[in-house]
């Protein structure tokens, strides 16, 4: 997508994490729910129309990440020569390399996210998604093994990638992603033949 001129910076990804950070400002300060999509767009110096062709919608401004990062996650795991099962674990060391880099704003977006049952109940479909997209790969890849096994090690990765996740985002000591890689090769040793 490039930049209109209606558009505060000719810079989109910068212009969108400026929304973003902005969203999540007034989510913090006001409530989800009593901020409007309009206080957004003023807060943010852009217009309404402007606002919903970059997100969509009000959801949009909380999960954009998991968009670009389910994208980053598909091409990472695209790469011909690698060990599958490893080639997983990476991806879900991407999704928490990506939050542990602004982690403020991930603790209020999580805070947001917390306190807001529709929002909660979306990402639980977001996280699925991610589990959904390793299945579908390691399936790809490992026509041999059995279904169980790649379901046991997709839903093994992803509840200890959430795990941490949260646990960083809840200021708890030793949720590093050097835990995480760790953790992750625990369960290849467990899991994998």
């Known amino acids: 997508m490039t930049a209109t001129a209606s558009e505060p910076t ?41 606002l919903f062709r970059h997100f969509g919608s009000k959801e949009d401004l909380i999960f954009v990440d998991h968009e670009s990062l389910l994208a980053d996650v598909a091409a990472h795991l695209s790469a011909p020569d690698a060990d599958p099962w490893r080639a997983v674990c990476e991806g879900a060391e991407l999704v928490f390399a990506h939050y542990a880099a602004d982690r403020e704003l991930a603790v209020r977006r999580y805070a947001i996210v917390s ?11 977001t996280t699925y998604r991610y589990q959904r ?30 795990y941490l996740l949260r646990s960083l985002l809840r200021g708890e000591d030793g949720a590093t992603s050097q835990h995480l890689d760790a953790e992750l090769r625990r369960l290849c040793e467990a899991l994998i033949p």
């Open 10 to 50: 000719a810079d989109v990804a910068a212009f969108r994490r400026h929304v973003v950070a902005e969203s999540i400002r007034l989510f913090t300060q006001q409530g989800y729910d009593a901020t409007t999509v309009d206080d957004v767009a003023i807060a943010a110096g852009t217009s309404r129309r402007t």
């Open 115 to 125: 306190q807001t049952p529709t929002l909660r109940d979306r990402e639980l479909v």
């Open 133 to 162: 997209l390793f299945e579908d790969f390691l399936r790809s890849r490992l026509a041999s093994v059995p279904p169980e096994r790649i379901v046991a090690f997709a839903s093994a990765v992803t509840g200890t990638h959430n």
